[in-house]
Nanobody, 124 residues
């Protein structure tokens, strides 16, 4: 059974940092593209970053470039999102997701496995 479990969310002041973790099991984690998405209240879910199966290639949404860093540990089947210099507009539920294959997509609909999410709240 595929399972993605996020942790590490919380409340932080603007300018602070958080590290999100996603523990994966039940599929060939090291062969699949992984991504972080977020959804703020009243807004559509959007992709924050994705990372190739090997971890060599990653891409970021313009809104987080230079502040967030996605990484993965294939030996432990864990995905990370290091978030620095957090802003109020980063407040959202954050989800990890798998594309179900090696290719990373922009389209949210191509991601087949999802976690339940972890809340990040950034205050002024």
């Amino acid at each position: 059974q595929v399972q993605l479990v996020e942790s590490g969310g919380g409340s932080v002041q603007a300018g602070g940092s958080l590290r999100l973790t996603c523990a994966a099991r039940g599929f060939s984690y090291g062969l699949f593209c992984m991504a972080w998405f977020r959804q703020a209240p009243g807004k559509e879910r959007e992709k924050v970053a994705h990372i190739s199966p090997s971890g060599v290639r990653s891409e970021y949404d313009d809104s987080v470039k230079g502040r967030f860093s996605i990484s993965r540990d294939n030996s432990e089947s864990v995905l990370y999102l290091e978030m620095n210099n957090l802003k109020q507009e980063d407040t959202a539920m954050y989800y990890c997701a798998s594309a179900g294959g090696a290719t990373c997509y922009t389209d949210l609909g191509r991601y087949v496995y999802w976690g339940q999410g972890t809340q990040v709240t950034v205050s002024s």
